[in-house]
């Protein structure tokens, strides 16, 4: 695929994100997906990327992460947002839910194979969260 063609392919893969429409994102993802959402805790297939939203939803219900800057090169993309969100919902990191808002920055760098996203690997401060939660880290 084009660089071009990479980049809408990703806006629909973070549009399914958005929508909560899991069962989609199978259909975006590699069979050999692995989703990296720190450095050395690789999990293997769509499921640990399902399972990982699901819990920034429930713990932030209606969340929005929008495109802030897309840059792509070969088979690679870097994807930059702004993450905003009410913690209204489920715990997040053992944090009960505190009725605060976040804004918080993240980065993505994904991999396509075979016209699919075979790798996802995120860069969030989870610190700066867990600070605007109110709590010391």
């Known amino acids: 695929m084009s660089v071009e063609t990479n980049k809408e392919f990703v806006r629909r893969f973070y549009e399914a994100i958005e929508q909560e429409n899991y069962e989609a994102l199978k259909d975006f993802c590699h069979q050999d997906f692995v989703f990296y959402p720190q450095v050395d805790t690789p999990f293997f297939g769509v499921e640990g990327l399902i399972e990982s939203e699901k819990k920034n939803f429930d713990a932030f219900p209606g969340f929005k992460m929008p495109i802030k800057s897309m840059v792509a090169e070969g088979d690679q993309l870097a994807v930059y ?10 715990p997040f990191h053992g944090v009960s839910a505190t009725g605060k808002n976040v804004k ?16 996802k690997r995120s860069h969030v401060d989870k610190h700066d969260i867990l600070r605007q939660l109110g709590v010391n880290s």
């Open 104 to 119: 918080f920055s993240l980065l993505m760098l994904l991999r396509i194979a075979d016209g699919k996203i075979i790798e």
């Open 81 to 90: 947002f702004i993450f905003e969100g009410t913690h209204t919902g489920t």
